[in-house]
């Protein structure tokens, strides 16, 4: 079992950035593939950024490449997503989820666990 709790979020300008975490407990984090979500208001929850186990794949949504990073600490069982020139298009809950899998998954069905997610609002 693994429980995930986001922080981090909060209101940005655009152009600003955020650095999102998700602390998870649990003995296994190392062993877990994980991803970050978004979910905008009446639109589905969709892939963001997904890592593998080590932390030596990445997996990212066009609309986010070259902008966000996500990255693995396993030694403090911590997923980052570091998200820089956000617009405002980026305004969404963002959910961090594991996989009970060392490979990268970018499928919303592959994930076992989910957090409650945190808002992020990019707005003037």
């Known amino acids: 079992q693994v429980q995930l709790v986001e922080s981090g979020g909060g209101l940005v300008q655009p152009g600003g950035s955020l650095r999102l975490s998700c602390a998870a407990s649990?003995?296994?984090?190392?062993?877990?593939?994980m991803g970050w979500f978004r979910q905008a208001p009446g639109k589905e929850r969709v892939l963001v950024a997904a890592?593998?186990?080590?932390?030596?794949?990445?997996y990212y949504a066009d609309s986010v490449k070259g902008r966000f990073t996500i990255s693995k600490d396993n030694a403090k069982n911590t997923l980052y997503l570091q998200m820089n020139s956000l617009k405002p298009d980026d305004t969404a809950v963002y959910y961090c989820?594991?996989?009970?899998?060392?490979?990268?998954?970018?499928?919303?069905?592959?994930?076992?666990?989910w957090g409650q997610g945190t808002q992020v609002t990019v707005s003037s």
């Open positions: 890592i593998n186990w080590t932390g030596g794949r990445t």
């Open positions: 989820a594991a996989a009970r899998t060392t490979v990268l998954i970018i499928t919303t069905s592959g994930y076992d666990y």
């Open positions: 649990g003995r296994t984090f190392s062993n877990y593939a």
